[in-house]
């Protein structure tokens, strides 16, 4: 019974890594940027989806059709203004660009919502099913079918659409790209805004589960990095793989040794990857 | 394909300058490519034959001199808009989106083109006509194609572009003789339907006998251009790019 306990956790926690991850990954893959300031994005994705319900009454799960094309403009503007200016610069110049991105986000953050951890708490609660006796709350049963949602979304477009296509040829080849007529910046401004999209998101159904504080952005962050290591970079199913990995030794390495160092087993996984396998899971060349 | 003016050039090139950074490849290239034939570009290893290429789709800005297609001024067009004017690059190398798919290579050749499902379909379809290979790997991605069916791919996708004027750099490079053969044989069909095809090749006895006319490429510069069978016979292009020893 505990098996099945930590295991539907692991699924639920795993496909919100995944979710918070993908964006992480698509805009390492494509841009070879590391974007320090996604977890920053995602806090403020999670305030977003807060200041929704606690202001107008809108759901989370309404929240995200809201918040959704209001990260893509943001991230959208971003990549434009900022970071093509210095996308062909050695990558520790962008490093540095979304690090300083990173500060300013989060002590704006800061000023306007304070350090206290807030919770988005629904009213009237949506209680949790229970089957047998393991119990899954309702929000966290949201917030796995919609984190699946986002991930498949994303997936589809990659590999269905013009704009997709394109985003992927970026990545594998950026010269025959431009042959195709590709305009390459403005392909980086789109993935950059998808990948706000998908951390906007991601901190939507975060909210829905934890509380929420500028401080724990550096958590998010080094979650997507996991996960990015574990399951390889440049694929939807390797961020999803990595995601469900981390949450399950999260989870596995709690119930053997306790909450506090089940954070750095993680860590622990993550620098025998980088030795052995980093290439992750499922890594290979090209976004799928 | 009914054009007015045929013999109209279709490249126009005058003092036409490029380079990498400090390093400057071409040293003022003029050459004129006319409509509906096809052109050879020979020379040895490191005459700026890639780069030329590179500079005529856009990849290298023109530093100086004039590029014009068709009579559209080009000098200081971006890669986009000197496709959209149909001139079309298949690169050194083939460089396909390896982890794609076959049919979404070509798809990407079709990028810019907003004629609809239709007209790109009816283009697939011509494209698998003229490479039925391709039509059988289609969901295959294109990493895990042979050498000679990824140069039929590249060219399928250089086709998606609709180019009035294709440009291939090395088509026989690491292929079979058999399956050179079969690319000749396309691009012969393809230039009785129309295109215009400028050719880079590193062997030269295939380049002048597929072609109309030639440009000779030495140290960033046109050093010889002339009717293709009347350069296979001279003999100092005999000498230096043939390897034969006159008697």
Redesign the interface.
């Known amino acids: 019974m505990l098996a099945a306990q930590v295991l539907i956790n692991a699924l639920v926690l795993g496909c919100l890594y995944a979710c918070i991850a993908i964006g992480f990954s698509l805009v390492w893959g494509v841009l070879n940027v590391i974007n320090l300031a996604h977890g920053s994005f995602i806090v403020l994705g999670a305030y977003g989806a807060w200041w929704l319900y606690h202001a107008f009454g809108i759901a989370p799960w309404y929240a995200l059709a809201i918040v959704a094309p209001l990260f893509f403009v943001f991230g959208y503007a971003i990549q434009r203004s900022i970071l093509n200016q210095v996308i062909a610069a050695p990558v520790l110049v962008t490093l540095t660009m979304t690090f300083g991105l990173d500060l300013l986000l989060n002590n704006v953050m800061i000023y306007f919502f304070t350090a206290d951890f807030r919770k988005l708490t629904l009213s009237p609660p949506v209680g949790s099913l229970s089957f047998g006796g393991v119990v899954v709350p309702v929000d966290r049963l949201i917030a796995l079918v919609l984190a699946l949602a986002l991930t498949f979304a994303l997936y589809v477009i990659l590999r269905r659409s013009?704009t997709g296509?394109?985003i992927?040829?970026v990545r594998?080849?950026r010269?025959?790209?431009?042959?195709?007529?590709?305009?390459v910046k403005s392909i980086y401004a789109i993935a950059f805004g998808i990948g706000a999209v998908m951390a906007g998101c991601a901190g939507v159904l975060m909210a829905l589960i934890f509380p929420i504080s500028p401080l724990v952005s550096t958590a998010y962050l080094t979650k997507a990095f996991v996960v990015c290591v574990l399951g390889g970079l440049g694929s939807v199913s390797g961020a999803l793989a990595g995601g469900l990995l981390l949450a399950l030794i999260e989870g596995v390495g709690s119930v053997l040794f306790g909450p506090a160092l089940a954070t750095t087993l993680s860590f622990v996984l993550l620098i025998v990857f980088l030795v052995v396998r980093p290439q992750g899971l499922m890594g290979?060349?090209?976004?799928? | 394909m009914a054009k007015a003016g045929a013999r109209a050039p279709i490249l126009e090139l005058a003092g036409v300058t490029a380079g990498y950074g400090e390093i400057q490849v071409l040293w003022g290239i003029d050459m004129r490519v006319r409509a509906g034939e096809i052109t050879a570009l020979i020379g040895s290893n490191g005459a700026g034959k890639t780069t030329l290429m590179r500079t005529l789709s856009g990849l290298l800005p023109v530093r100086s001199g004039t590029y014009r297609a068709a009579g559209i001024d080009l000098s200081a067009a971006r890669a986009e808009t000197i496709l959209r004017a149909g001139i079309v690059h298949v690169p050194e190398g083939r460089r396909l989106f390896g982890a794609m798919s076959v049919e979404d290579n070509l798809l990407m050749g079709a990028y810019l083109r907003r004629g609809g499902r239709g007209e790109i379909g009816r283009d697939l379809d011509r494209v698998f006509h003229i490479f039925p290979k391709l039509y059988e790997r289609r969901t295959q991605a294109a990493a895990t194609l042979s050498g000679g069916e990824q140069q039929m791919c590249a060219i399928g996708r250089g086709l998606m572009s609709a180019p009035t004027l294709l440009m291939i750099d090395e088509l026989s490079l690491g292929l079979s003789p058999l399956l050179v053969e079969q690319l000749v044989a396309a691009l012969r069909q393809l230039n009785a339907e129309g295109v215009s095809i400028l050719l880079v090749e590193q062997d030269v006895t295939i380049a002048l006998d597929l072609s109309h006319s030639a440009f000779v490429m030495d140290m960033g510069r046109i050093v010889r251009s002339g009717v293709s069978s009347e350069l296979l016979s001279d003999p100092i292009i005999r000498d230096a790019y043939l390897g034969v020893i006159e008697d």
Do not use: H, I
């Not at chain 1, 025959?176 to 305009?183: E, I, Q, R, Y």
């Not at chain 1, 290979?284 to 799928?288: C, D, N, S």
């Open positions: 013009r296509r394109a992927v040829a594998l080849d010269d025959a790209a431009t042959l195709m007529g590709v305009d290979r060349k090209g976004f799928e």
